[in-house]
């Protein structure tokens, strides 16, 4: 079984609107963490969120925030005030294993996002 | 800077002929790790390393080497390289290898075997 799904191959959003990119996990460990990764055209892979499976609130970082539903295993990326710049590749990931010491990060098969002007 | 620093960005070989393609991180980072990415399956982990001289392997070790004398260095070598290992190939790197430690990546090394 797949441990991250992205359902959406590609999305299209106006610039200066928000945008929702879906991501659920499947894991049964207790302490994982989750990641966004973006990819524009030129290929390089830009952190851009993380969230702890413990962590009570929401995390958010500038304009990118994630909606984490534990019960629900998603951890969708919301993007607010789209730019033009925000067209890329984004991937969601999960990171298990933190009390153990061990980890990986497992990669779903992203979301491609355009903002049209 | 901090980085992580892949060479070469972009490779063209043959089959057969060994190659090793270079990562160096600047951030004293304990985890490293070799991904590749091929349109439709994603990115997907060929080796990782938790420290100095402690290697593993991921989900697609198979015709790949590494190694990790150093904690900077983590090259990826291709003793015999086949066309299907032609692909986009990140290294990358985090502070330690447990769950809240965001991977930083390279920049790419794009290679083609003919």
């Known amino acids: 079984a797949q441990k991250i799904t992205q359902t959406q191959p590609g999305m299209f959003v106006q610039e200066k609107e928000a945008v929702t990119l879906d991501c659920t996990y499947d894991?049964?460990?207790?302490?994982?963490?989750l990641f966004w990764y973006k990819q524009p055209s030129s290929g390089e892979m830009i952190f851009l969120i993380y969230q702890g499976s413990y962590d009570q609130q929401n995390a958010t970082e500038g304009r990118y925030s994630l909606n984490f539903q534990k019960a629900r295993k998603s951890a969708n990326l919301v993007i607010s005030a789209s730019q033009l710049g925000d067209s890329a590749m984004y991937f969601c990931?999960?990171?298990?294993?933190?009390?153990?010491?061990?980890?990986?990060?497992?990669f779903g098969k992203g979301t491609m996002l355009l903002v049209s002007p | 800077e901090a980085q992580v620093t892949q060479n070469p960005r972009y490779l063209i070989t043959v089959t057969g002929k060994k190659l090793t393609v270079t990562c160096s991180q600047n951030?004293?980072?304990?985890?490293m790790s070799w991904y590749r990415q091929d349109p439709g399956l994603g990115l997907r982990q060929i080796y990782y390393?938790?420290?100095?001289?402690?290697?593993d392997k991921g989900d697609v070790p198979e015709g790949y080497k590494v190694s990790r004398k150093e904690k900077r260095n983590f090259p990826l070598i291709l003793e015999s390289p086949s066309p299907n290992q032609t692909s986009l190939y990140f290294c990358?790197?985090?502070?330690?290898?447990?769950?809240?430690?965001?991977?930083?990546f390279g920049n790419g090394t794009r290679l083609t075997v003919t």
């Open positions: 894991t049964s460990d207790p302490s994982y963490g």
């Open positions: 990358a790197s985090s502070l330690s290898g447990i769950g809240d430690s965001p991977l930083h």
């Open positions: 951030m004293n980072h304990e985890y």
């Open positions: 990931a999960m990171r298990e294993g933190r009390d153990s010491g061990y980890s990986t990060l497992t």
């Open positions: 390393s938790m420290n100095v001289e402690v290697t």
